[in-house]
């Protein structure tokens, strides 16, 4: 059987996380809260739901990340899979994400938060538009077929470990999915179901917020083009 681990960054998702971690499908083996700096009971609702809860004080989504994979490094799972604890990704649909992955026809895949499939109102105009440029970017500079920086996506554990993620913060899906296409990583993107979150979006839901993920974004992408990286 293959060991499936998932790891959801949370902060202040206490109204949330109970369901997020109950509607995850039995095939998955560890589910690894990374509580970044909660001041609510997400950590508590988190354990009573049988979940794992890993801290991390200094706030950024890819710091989360990088604490839940510190984690996993003792007793490495075969696949990786991210998603968010704010209940708007359905974490049902983690098995149609995976199943490529186990097939051996890709690497990587992504779940796209497709607009035939997400309930009105889950993504705010911002970050719709954000999504579009950011992706005809990677489309014009890379060749890219992706069509969103959705965060539920599925990854192998060896090639999550050999892209050696660096962004802290905002950029941390882009980051994955460039290192993806330069490395010619074989992926897939999957339309998924996306709703409303519950509670209010700690990026989305304040103008510091979009704009500074919208920086970020972008200046990965150009930056990254233009260096050596691998």
């Given at each position: 059987?293959t060991?499936?681990?998932?790891?959801?960054p949370?902060?202040?998702?206490?109204?949330?996380?109970?369901?997020?971690?109950?509607?995850l499908p039995?095939?998955?083996?560890?589910i690894?809260?990374?509580d970044?700096a909660?001041?609510?009971?997400t950590a508590?609702?988190?354990?009573?739901?049988g979940?794992?809860?890993?801290?991390?004080k200094?706030?950024g989504?890819?710091?989360?990340?990088?604490?839940?994979?510190a984690?996993?490094?003792?007793?490495p799972?075969?696949i990786?899979?991210?998603l968010?604890g704010?209940y708007?990704?359905?974490p049902?649909?983690?098995?149609?994400l995976?199943d490529p992955?186990l097939?051996?026809?890709?690497?990587?895949?992504l779940?796209?938060r497709?607009?035939?499939l997400?309930?009105?109102g889950?993504?705010?105009?911002?970050?719709?538009?954000?999504?579009?440029l950011?992706c005809?970017l990677?489309?014009?500079?890379?060749?890219?077929?992706?069509t969103?920086?959705?965060p539920?996506r599925?990854?192998r554990?060896e090639?999550?470990?050999s892209l050696e993620?660096?962004?802290?913060?905002y950029?941390?899906?882009?980051e994955?999915?460039l290192?993806?296409?330069?490395?010619k990583?074989?992926?897939?993107?999957?339309p998924?179901r996306?709703?409303k979150?519950?509670?209010v979006s700690?990026?989305?839901?304040?103008?510091k917020?979009?704009?500074?993920?919208g920086?970020k974004?972008?200046?990965?992408?150009?930056k990254?083009?233009f260096?050596?990286w691998?």
């Amino acid at each position: 059987m293959t060991k499936i681990a998932v790891i959801i960054p949370a902060f202040n998702e206490a109204r949330s996380i109970g369901q997020v971690v109950a509607a995850l499908p039995k095939k998955v083996d560890q589910i690894i809260i990374a509580d970044n700096a909660s001041t609510d009971a997400t950590a508590k609702i988190a354990r009573e739901h049988g979940a794992v809860v890993v801290h991390e004080k200094r706030k950024g989504y890819g710091y989360a990340c990088l604490k839940g994979m510190a984690f996993l490094e003792d007793d490495p799972p075969e696949i990786v899979v991210f998603l968010d604890g704010d209940y708007s990704d359905y974490p049902e649909d983690l098995e149609t994400l995976v199943d490529p992955i186990l097939k051996g026809a890709v690497v990587f895949s992504l779940g796209a938060r497709d607009k035939k499939l997400r309930e009105r109102g889950a993504l705010t105009p911002q970050q719709v538009f954000g999504n579009g440029l950011a992706c005809f970017l990677m489309r014009w500079l890379y060749q890219s077929r992706f069509t969103d920086l959705g965060p539920f996506r599925a990854i192998r554990w060896e090639t999550l470990q050999s892209l050696e993620m660096q962004d802290k913060t905002y950029g941390w899906t882009v980051e994955m999915q460039l290192k993806i296409l330069r490395r010619k990583v074989p992926y897939i993107e999957i339309p998924v179901r996306y709703r409303k979150r519950i509670g209010v979006s700690k990026v989305s839901g304040t103008v510091k917020g979009t704009l500074m993920a919208g920086y970020k974004i972008i200046t990965w992408i150009g930056k990254f083009y233009f260096s050596k990286w691998k």
